[in-house]
């Protein structure tokens, strides 16, 4: 029940988190002839953080030149896998809770609803494992490839010493640390999840529980034995009578549940 409520929820959280992210971070070049300073560079950046692809203009504090510069590197194959790997898994838990709920019956044909569910969950598992570890090496990629400190170092302007470059703001992380947060909540809610879905393959009881029906079975048939012994130790009761406590309680026991078998053996 756990997984109905929370694979969809948590998978949401982490897509939506990382995919819907976009920040910005801001500079500023104070050039030695003033009139050529820029004071606020700002450079955006979004999902699917292909930085490299993420230009900006800055002053060269050589009268009104400028160059044009890009972020460093391509995260974005980490990215794009997370997201992935988090829509999937939204989706299949959905349509998991669908068949479970109105197509009972068919799930349990021939094991094989089980059987399908226990192999997709443990492959969403690994995946949600390899996909949060890759896009938490990705983030941490991004938040250096970011860090201004770091992008004025990519400027002309701010090797000559007299130019002052530095940072105005850095972008925000949260969103994005909670993409990875929940990503390794999700690997942890599928994972616990194979155990459950384990015990519906019926697997570790050798094949008892295949059939819901034969658990019902076999409890009437333990009932159908009992009451048989009951009676039978009834019949030949009066040998075993006062052979101890434990007899006695036995006997005792006949005598609530096996009252209509007394009867007639009277
Ligand atoms: C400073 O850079 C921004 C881009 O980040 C640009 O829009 C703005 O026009 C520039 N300002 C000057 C004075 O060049
Ligand atoms: C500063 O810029 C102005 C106009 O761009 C230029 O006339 C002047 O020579 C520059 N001064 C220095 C010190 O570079």
């Not at 009992?226 to 006949?254: L, M, P, R």
Request: aromatic share 16%; charged share 15%; hydrophobic share 40%.
């Amino acid at each position: 029940m756990c997984m109905v409520i929370f694979a969809p929820l948590f998978a949401i959280f982490a897509f939506a988190t990382c995919g819907g992210y976009s920040g910005q971070l801001r500079v500023s070049v104070d050039c030695i002839n003033k009139s050529d300073s820029n004071l606020s560079i700002g450079i955006n950046f979004a999902y699917p953080f292909r930085l490299n692809r993420v230009e900006f203009d800055v002053p060269m504090c050589e009268g009104r030149r400028q160059e044009r510069l890009y972020l460093i590197g391509d995260f974005s194959s980490s990215a794009e896998f997370f997201v992935t790997i988090a829509v999937f898994s939204f989706l299949y838990s959905l349509l998991a809770t669908v068949v479970y709920i109105f197509f009972q019956n068919k799930y349990r044909e021939n094991n094989r609803g089980p059987l399908i569910d226990f192999i997709v969950t443990v492959v969403f598992s690994f995946m949600w494992l390899v996909s949060s570890s890759a896009w938490a090496k990705g983030l941490s990629d991004v938040k250096a490839s970011t860090d201004p400190d770091e992008v004025v170092l990519l400027m002309s302007a701010c090797k000559v010493q007299t130019n002052k470059c530095s940072s105005v703001y850095g972008p925000r992380w949260s969103g994005l640390n909670t993409s990875v947060v929940f990503g390794y909540l999700n690997f942890v809610l599928w994972a616990g999840n194979i155990w459950f879905v384990f015990k519906e393959t019926g697997w570790h009881k050798g094949g008892a529980a295949r059939y819901p029906s034969s658990s019902s079975e076999k409890q009437t048939t333990a009932f159908n034995q009992q009451v048989y012994n009951q009676g039978s130790f009834d019949q030949s009761g009066g040998a075993f009578t006062g052979t101890g406590d434990f007899a006695q309680s036995e006997y005792s026991q006949v005598g609530n549940y096996g009252g209509p078998i007394s009867y007639t053996n009277q």
